[in-house]
């Protein structure tokens, strides 16, 4: 297997949770979700079969990569991801109107930090019980404690 660096430890997690939707607040670098959508392309997983999104403000929000660029390194995937360039909170709505509740959370150490008020209130709109959420606020991705439960609605 090739090595992807600093992405190792959150494919091996990716690979042992084996979601069928990942999503990810603040992109960072943009190489994250390359990665992870690289080793399931070449684990053969269909396109269609896995939802991959990604939240993120891009340049509009201060931040260093622009969406023009991190569109440049999807190329070539048969994975792509639905993009929400938009602020956390309207993302995640956005998000749980959409698509649901996700399998697989990634938050960047960067939105955990100045978000963390936003991921607070609405965070627990797109997860569940079974919902991993993982932050690298260490430098190292580890499950994310939060007090979020998802609302339940009487049927």
């Given at each position: ?18 979601p069928s939707s ?77 698509f649901g509740a ?54």
């Open positions: 297997m090739l090595s992807r660096g600093e992405h190792d430890g959150l494919l091996k997690v990716v690979r042992d949770k084996r990942i999503l990810e607040i603040g992109v960072g670098d943009g190489s994250r979700m390359p990665a992870i959508l690289s080793m399931l392309d070449e684990s053969g997983i269909q396109p269609g079969v896995i939802k991959a999104i990604v939240i993120d403000e891009f340049e509009l929000g201060g931040g260093t990569l622009a969406m023009r660029d991190y569109h440049r390194q999807l190329a070539g995937l048969t994975i792509r991801p639905v993009i929400f360039p938009e602020p956390v909170g309207r993302g995640l709505v956005n998000v749980a109107h959409r996700m399998d697989l959370i990634l938050i960047d150490s960067a939105v955990d930090a100045t978000n963390a008020a936003e991921l607070a209130t609405f965070l627990g709109k797109v997860t569940r019980a079974t919902t991993s959420v993982l932050t690298n606020t260490s430098g190292r991705w580890a499950i994310r404690h939060t007090d979020c439960e998802p609302i339940r609605r009487a049927a």
